[in-house]
């Protein structure tokens, strides 16, 4: 009897209500997924005939390309509409933009949003499921999955892995999915920042606090740098890049007290030179390229996953 | 309720002359891929490889097809299959493919895991063992080769055990859990 | 023809009175009251039969926005009037945030003129502090209160200029009207949409934090002392500024305050899941802040319960969160709400009745709130120990923005009189 699997949501808005069941059933179908990108015909018929509109009202070109790609290699139609140029610069509302596309019946709804929560009122008004490609300063659940496929598949395991989170916690939503679904996972996470750029109270997400790069990867299993802003500077949160680097842009000689096993990762683009010096970034423990590729057999895995439901009885 | 079809001899007899008819339809081993369907099909073409090595003295490439992707009744409910991985190392150009199952039913998974074989290149031919062959087909599907003819009631369940997964070597007949 | 209620419960804290006492309404005006029985039965007055009921002075609200003239879709004269009438309440301030705002006569006697024809509770206006609510330029108070104005507030935003506030606290002194002050650092809550702490952490939004509130409070205390202005803080939701009106309170300082129903009842956890009827300003706080909060009303240190009724129609509420206007309508909710303090035994019923009628009317100065004899019959009552389910689809109010969806609560409006006439009863 073939074994049958479903996720407990249908919807992914936030890695918050996915459990450890289902993060490893992403996980382990997105494995299953890489092989298709390595064949010459990087196409199965899985979901030939499914629409899925990618609804970006923030621009993004990687992880627009990603989820297009992750669509189309599983014979998707899919639409790409952005914000800019849409009826939503004319003035219309979320609700009215996100009913009219339902009125197109899309099998799923993948969105980007600027403002935290946008998302989740969307699904509150569609039928089909709907995917958080990364609202505000909320979550980006698809990037934390593919950080996490990116780390097992070099550490065989989860559990019990120490993971360093370095630069601009407080404004990054790829932390917040990220310290979710690491904890949900078993690991344990520190955040590395000037006290300016941790969220108040993240504490009581469970995670430790370090105003220290040194200190904040020593033992670390996994370090992951986000990207650091320049608008921060003139929000009163940074005295200048150039100062924010040279306490917290992790370099060569950083990493001469770190194991040659810790893997770099980094959700992209890098500022290079700010957050991560270029031989690091290009080094052995770096995996950004491993996640990118990880991020499209992520994305068909959670297309896969959602397929909807369908009236028919298969009986 | 279930009744044994065929036991642990009547199936290393049956993996015995499989092998051999291969290897005569074939005119010998070269060029012959064994693929085996997820999950017991796998199986069954280790064994096959296993013999045809013992028969002939030469390895035969082997792979594993994982067909989920290709079934034509996905997306009928929440509920999907769980997905396992296709390996499939060597270029198909030039092979002549057997696909491996265990049971051959209605003949959809076949269908499903000759589109899944086409996706990956343009094999010589493709050929077809199965250890049971139970009737019902609901697609124009026929075996190259097969272990045992049985012919039985629709309802009934027809279930393959072979010991590296399942301990010991039977093939069983059951009545459909309620 | 007079109005006979007889046989109720009344809480009077005007004057003392927490007994069953009969009340006979002449004229629009309060004729007798007398312990239950004594006044015998008049003929051809009407009878109200107040059995297991409590009679109490009309609620006053201090603090309501009713949106006109300017953004009617939300709520008018009209229909507040017909919400505060079926929340028990007969008297309601309205803030000057409307558009035009009330920084002068002309707004003032557009709103009186509207109240008179369209309401039939009283109306009272709050005039604007500064002109159009700018912080730059005082209104011409004098005029705004011969006017009618009863106080004067920027409401909605703060006087965020130390020097206006000031000077607003030393101009109003003339005219013996207290400020209302929105207490709110702005550049603290830029871009903010709830209380800052861990659930904003969570759902990545901006905070707003308490020092916000804190810091203002502070600093408009301490510009009580030389300027002998009267400082009335509004909607209070800060543990730390309930404790820094109370420290100015036993130093002497005419320092007064309110708090919001929502405040005494919520914390930041309701925002989560982005709904946006838990979004108001100031915002939802901590657990902390609500027992400080609740401490306050148990001690005095806070003096009204005031709603801060803020109408907003879906269009502002059903988009993304941090887009979504402040504030919850909250005239037909009071009630319940405030019984939830008397439950939790944080005030006595008499106490709740006395922060919605008497407090009100002294800090202001005005004539309500009492059910003493020759004052105008302005009359709730209402049955304390009324089950229901609060559902927002059937208020009164134009707008239905409140997170109080399906909450078990008690305590019925059953009748509102204004000037001895029926403006609200129950079915």
């Known amino acids: 009897m073939t074994q049958t699997v479903t996720l407990s949501q249908q919807n992914i808005i936030t890695t918050k209500d996915l459990d450890a069941n289902d993060i490893q059933l992403i996980l382990d179908t997105a494995d299953s997924f890489k092989e298709i990108s390595t064949r010459a015909i990087k196409k199965v018929p899985t979901l030939r005939g499914r629409t899925i509109i990618n609804l970006f009202f923030e621009p993004s070109t990687r992880t627009r390309t990603s989820f297009e790609i992750a669509g189309k290699r599983l014979s998707a139609d899919v639409i790409n509409i952005s914000g800019a140029g849409s009826s939503v610069v004319k003035g219309e509302s979320l609700i009215d933009t996100a009913k009219n596309l339902e009125a197109m019946s899309p099998d799923i709804l993948v969105v980007r949003h600027n403002c935290s929560g946008a998302p989740s009122l969307i699904s509150e008004f569609v039928n089909c499921p709907v995917i958080n490609a990364g609202d505000g300063m909320h979550e980006h659940p698809s990037q934390s999955f593919l950080d996490l496929l990116t780390i097992r598949e070099h550490k065989g395991t989860l559990k019990g892995l120490k993971v360093a989170i370095v630069g601009d916690i407080a404004h990054s939503r790829v932390a917040r999915s990220n310290i979710q679904a690491m904890q949900t996972m078993g690991m344990k996470v520190k955040v590395v920042a000037p006290p300016t750029l941790i969220p108040v109270e993240i504490e009581k997400m469970g995670v430790d606090v370090c105003y220290d790069l040194g200190q904040g990867i020593k033992d670390a299993d996994v370090i992951m740098i986000l990207r650091i802003q320049l608008e921060r500077q003139n929000q009163g949160l940074l005295s200048s890049l150039r100062e924010y680097s040279n306490y917290f842009c992790l370099t060569t000689n950083h990493l001469s007290n770190v194991s040659d096993e810790t893997l770099i990762i980094h959700p992209g683009p890098v500022n290079r030179g700010i957050e991560i010096s270029l031989d690091v970034l290009e080094g052995p423990r770096s995996m950004i390229l491993n996640q990118v590729t990880n991020g499209v057999a992520v994305r068909m895995a959670l297309f896969y996953l959602l397929l909807g439901e369908s009236d028919a009885n298969p009986n | 309720m279930s009744s044994i079809l065929l036991n642990q001899k009547d199936i290393a007899r049956a993996i015995s002359r499989i092998s051999h008819e291969i290897l005569e339809k074939n005119k010998g081993a070269e060029n012959i891929a064994l693929i085996g369907i997820r999950t017991r099909g796998v199986t069954f073409s280790s064994r096959l490889k296993q013999k045809i090595n013992d028969i002939e003295n030469t390895e035969v490439a082997i792979g594993a097809l994982d067909i989920t992707l290709y079934r034509d009744d996905l997306g009928a409910g929440l509920q999907k299959p769980q997905l396992k991985k296709t390996e499939i190392a060597f270029a198909l150009e030039g092979k002549h493919v057997v696909l491996c199952d265990d049971v051959l039913f209605t003949g959809r998974t076949i269908r499903a895991a000759i589109d899944a074989l086409m996706d990956f290149g343009r094999p010589a031919s493709v050929q077809l063992a199965v250890l049971v062959d139970r009737g019902h087909r609901e697609l124009p599907i026929r075996p190259d080769y097969v272990g045992k003819n049985i012919p039985t009631p629709k309802s009934k369940r027809v279930q393959v055990h072979l010991k590296e997964i399942d301990k010991e070597d039977k093939v069983i007949i059951e009545e459909p859990v309620k | ?427």
């Open chain 3, 1 to 427: 023809m007079r109005t006979l209620i007889k046989n109720g419960h009344l809480i009077d804290p005007a004057n003392k009175k927490n007994a069953k006492f009969d009340l006979l309404i002449n004229k629009g005006k309060i004729e007798a009251v007398e312990p239950k029985g004594k006044l015998k039965d008049i003929a051809d007055s009407k009878i109200i039969d107040a059995q297991g009921v409590i009679v109490a002075p009309g609620f006053c609200d201090m603090h309501v926005h009713f949106r006109e003239p300017g953004h009617e879709y939300k709520e008018t004269i009209q229909t507040g009037s017909e919400s505060a009438a079926a929340g028990g309440f007969t008297t309601v301030a309205v803030m000057p945030n409307t558009s035009p705002v009330n920084d002068n006569r002309s707004v003032t006697d557009f709103i009186l003129t509207q109240a008179k024809e369209t309401s039939n509770i009283n109306i009272l206006p709050i005039g604007a502090i500064t002109k159009g609510l700018k912080g730059e330029a005082l209104s011409d108070m004098g005029e705004l209160k011969e006017a009618g104005c009863i106080g004067y507030s920027d409401d909605g935003r703060p006087v965020s200029d130390s020097e206006i506030m000031r000077r607003a606290l030393e101009y109003s002194k003339m005219f013996d009207l207290p400020c209302i002050q929105h207490s709110e650092v702005l550049a603290l809550t830029e871009g903010g949409s709830m209380n800052e702490g861990v659930v904003s952490t969570e759902l990545g939004l901006k905070g707003m934090p308490t020092e916000a509130e804190d810091i203002m409070v502070h600093r408009d205390i301490s510009l009580l002392p030389k300027t002998g202005g009267r400082l009335h803080v509004a909607h209070i939701s800060s543990g730390g500024s309930v404790d820094l009106v109370r420290q100015a309170k036993k130093k002497g300082l005419p320092v007064t305050c309110e708090v919001a129903p929502h405040h005494f009842t919520l914390t930041h956890e309701a925002c989560r899941g982005y709904n946006t009827n838990a979004k108001m300003s100031p915002p939802l706080r901590t657990d902390s802040d609500l027992e400080l909060i609740q401490e306050g009303m148990r001690d005095g240190t806070i003096d009204i319960i005031a709603t801060d009724h803020a109408p907003h129609d879906l269009v502002d509420k059903q988009v993304e969160f941090s887009k979504a206007c402040f504030g919850i309508v909250g005239l037909e909710t009071a009630l319940p709400l405030t019984l939830k303090m008397v439950d939790k035994k944080i005030i006595s019923l008499e106490k709740a009745i006395d922060m919605l009628t008497f407090q009100p009317n002294r800090i202001f100065g005005l004539d309500k709130g009492t059910l003493g004899v020759g004052k105008a019959a302005d009359i709730t009552l209402f049955d304390h120990r009324k089950e229901y389910s609060i559902d927002p689809s059937k208020f009164k109010s134009r707008s239905k923005n409140s997170p109080y969806k399906g909450w078990k609560v008690r305590g019925k409006i059953l009748h509102t009189l204004v000037n001895g006439k029926t403006v609200f009863k129950s079915n």
